[in-house]
């Protein structure tokens, strides 16, 4: 987002919450002297406080869950405060022609006029009530049911990936993908399962995962590892490590003998799952005599996010395989790297943002706050030659919900055209 449509966007929004405190305080014209100050405090710390995370959530490195926190916050009390604006604005424009009557009258008295011309306006705070309602129905109605129901409301993304040098064996092939599982967030294990049944029932040729198994440590898998264990398929299941994999969140960033391990279990459960890890490392797909290539790297992230990946080691002996299909998991590595350095790349499979769990996303058109962080967020991109396709995730973290942005299970099918 550029800096000054950011300014005058900010700019606005101070001007309605001006807007909206000045006809609270109007209503509660009996609040005490110091039941208003401490409103007045409450209302403009909150507001300002906010305004300022928004400018940090976007141009500094703040943590994902910091940023998420930030934006759907901010978000949420502007669409209240825009509910509320329409009653606002009804009554002004009411209390308006109301002083324009008693004008007119004034200068144009009738003679047989007695009393009052016009009754005094109704109170603002039958307004104020009916949009408050509404507005604080809006975001909190769906807060709570992103938590009841859009947590675990898988989706089934079907694709069509084109690759023109793609061998004819592998015409027709379908890869799932999932990405974020994030199981340390999870608390209902059964619809946990049903999502793996629903992949499952899509029978893949080949899946691939594309980091983040959990949120800190390898052991919050314990209660997950048999259910994700039955992901399979004839052409093996790859995976690759994301930002949390690494348990920095939790150990820090500097290395320990408990971080060591718990990367080192980590490893094991990807291991005794079936999984095949790839750590700056590539694998040759052999279908009917021809091959492909499967390529995996540890975690690179542009800003404050780790660059662990090593593009230099997965690519060795890589330059005889027509097709190359990597496996990373921050969007932004493509964009970053890959687009500069490696035109090899074919397809590129991330995850990672999870749209911030947050948005709208219907066929042809898509919107979350996440997208003033990340360019390339959910969904299919391309650039030239290349591609790069952004899974919102299965699980979540921070927010225990989605509200728009679904879990998602993509399945694509490989094409030459």
């Not at 109605?141 to 690759?163: C, T």
Request: one cysteine or more; proline letters at 5%; glycine letters at 8%.
């Amino acid at each position: 987002m550029r800096p000054y449509f950011l300014i005058v966007l900010c700019f606005i929004v101070l001007l309605l919450d001006f807007y909206c405190y000045k006809a609270i305080i109007g209503v509660f014209k009996k609040w005490s002297p110091k039941t208003k100050r401490n409103f007045t405090i409450v209302w403009w710390t909150t507001n300002v406080l906010l305004v300022i995370g928004v400018f940090a959530a976007i141009f500094l490195n703040l943590f994902l869950t910091a940023r998420a926190v930030i934006l759907v916050a901010f978000f949420l009390l502007t669409v209240g405060k825009f509910f509320m604006l329409p009653f606002l604005l009804i009554d002004d424009l009411r209390r308006g022609l109301l002083k324009i009557a008693r004008l007119n009258r004034k200068e144009n008295p009738t003679p047989t006029q007695s009393g009052p011309v016009v009754g005094e306006p109704i109170s603002r705070s039958s307004f104020l009530v009916k949009a408050g309602l509404v507005a604080a129905a809006v975001p909190l109605s769906s807060l709570s049911w992103g938590i009841v129901s859009g947590a675990y409301d898988y989706q089934i993304n079907r694709r069509k990936l084109i690759l023109p040098n793609l061998p004819a064996a592998f015409d027709g092939i379908t890869l799932g993908q999932i990405s974020d599982v994030h199981s340390g967030s999870f608390y209902n294990q059964k619809a946990v399962k049903g999502g793996v049944e629903m992949l499952l029932a899509e029978k893949p040729d080949l899946i691939f995962f594309t980091g983040d198994l959990v949120n800190n440590l390898a052991n919050e898998m314990r209660d997950y590892q048999d259910i994700f264990a039955k992901v399979q398929a004839p052409l093996g299941v790859y995976s690759v490590l994301g930002n949390h994999d690494y348990g920095d969140y939790h150990f820090g960033r500097e290395s320990s003998p408990a971080k060591v391990k718990n990367l080192q279990d980590l490893i094991a459960t990807h291991k005794i799952m079936g999984w095949d890890l790839l750590m700056n490392q590539h694998r040759r797909l052999k279908v009917g005599g021809e091959e492909i290539g499967i390529l995996g790297i540890e975690n690179w992230g542009m800003g404050r996010f780790p660059k662990y990946g090593k593009m230099e080691l997965a690519t060795k002996d890589t330059d005889d395989l027509p097709v190359k299909l990597l496996l990373s998991h921050d969007p932004s590595h493509w964009r970053g790297e890959v687009l500069q350095k490696y035109p090899q790349i074919d397809a590129m499979f991330s995850g990672h943002t999870h749209g911030m769990q947050f948005g709208v996303r219907l066929k042809e058109f898509q919107w979350s706050p996440v997208q003033y962080i990340y360019k390339e967020w959910a969904g299919l991109y391309r650039e030239k030659q290349q591609q790069l396709y952004v899974n919102v995730g299965y699980g979540f973290l921070g927010y225990p919900g989605r509200v728009g942005i679904l879990p998602e299970i993509t399945i694509f099918t490989l094409s030459r055209a």
